[in-house]
């Protein structure tokens, strides 16, 4: 369907909006990467958080964003950051995540068997000796 006559010249207002939106999250996901990598994982987080604000429903920032938490040992935040869009995406659109984000869900899994397992070892060789009571 094409748009109302009025607004068909406006087409390329549509794309002078959107293109410096698209530049400002490809640039914070650039940075965001550039300090995981050097292991700034609180001020990767806090920018990560932003690109996410700024667009709740792109999959790149989602998957920076649950990966640094992932990374930092947080795969309750990961699972988290990861839920949020898929459910608004879901309810908008009907549809699911891309399979790269849905990759980054098998790691989380991974990440917290591991966690469980390491926390249940640790209990079942830890445990405090009962004291025998005094006669």
């Not at 607004?7 to 550039?34: C, I, K, M, N, Y």
């Not at 792109?58 to 930092?72: K, M, N, P, Q």
């Not at 949020?84 to 917290?112: C, K």
């Amino acid at each position: 369907m094409a748009p109302p006559a009025g607004q068909r010249g406006l087409q390329w207002l549509d794309f002078a909006r959107e293109q410096p939106h698209s530049l400002t999250l490809s640039a914070l996901e650039a940075v965001t990467q550039r300090l995981t990598f050097r292991n700034r994982l609180g001020l990767a987080l806090t920018i990560a958080q932003s690109a996410t604000r700024l667009d709740p429903l792109r999959e790149s920032a989602t998957r920076v964003f649950s990966g640094i938490h992932l990374r930092d040992g947080n795969s309750a935040a990961a699972w988290t950051e990861y839920r949020r869009p898929q459910a608004q995406l879901h309810v908008e659109t009907g549809s699911l995540t891309s399979p790269s984000v849905t990759s980054l869900v098998a790691e989380i899994r991974i990440t917290s068997d591991a966690v469980l397992a390491d926390i249940a070892t640790s209990q079942t060789t830890s445990r405090p000796t009962r004291a025998r009571p005094r006669r």
